[in-house]
């Protein structure tokens, strides 16, 4: 889209004679009861996101401890934050708590990923369906690529493959 584009709504609001935009119901203020998410963004960052009913008078405090309980960081942030982001050790599980001032409010586990290329190095592959479900497959897209390199498969030190145009 060239910048002298615009986007434009699909539908435009529903309007009367007065002027009046009818934009559908309001929507909700935040959750009933309220929510704490933690969510492990690398290997060395671990986020975590609140919404909750009160706010605290004292600010929020998010820490971050080891499986044996040791504390490794801690954010001391502001009344109206609602997220936070610590650093961590790479390949660390453990737990992140969220305190409103000297109140406990939530306990969550996380987990951070090694820092380095996975050590997994198997292939399994997978084809959907005509019915939607996944079946097994020996190839990358099932039977596709012994089609295209013909008998054989590409590794067989056969000639390049073609695809019909």
Do not use: N
């Not at 309220?34 to 060395?44: C, D, F, K, L």
């Not at 009344?79 to 109140?103: I, M, N």
């Not at 596709?144 to 054989?152: D, I, Q, S």
Request: glycine share 12%; aromatic share 4%.
């Amino acid at each position: 889209m060239s910048s002298g584009e615009r986007i434009r709504d699909a539908a435009p609001p529903v309007t009367s004679d007065e002027g009046f935009v009818d934009w559908g119901p309001a929507l909700p203020g935040g959750y009933v009861g309220g929510r704490v998410r933690v969510m492990t963004a690398s290997p060395r960052l671990v986020r975590a996101a609140w919404e909750l009913a009160r706010d605290p008078e004292e600010g929020w405090t998010v820490r971050a401890e080891g499986a044996r309980g040791e504390e490794l960081a801690r954010a001391e942030l502001p009344p109206h934050a609602r997220e936070a982001w610590v650093r961590v050790p790479p390949a660390t599980r453990g737990r992140l708590a969220l305190h409103a001032g000297a109140d406990r409010v939530a306990i969550l586990p996380f987990e951070t990923p090694a820092d380095a290329p996975s050590e997994d190095r198997s292939e399994r592959w997978a084809s959907v369906g005509p019915d939607g479900r996944l079946q097994v497959a020996s190839t990358p897209a099932g039977r596709a690529v012994e089609r295209l390199a013909g008998p054989g498969g590409p590794s067989s030190g056969g000639s390049r493959a073609e695809v019909p145009a």
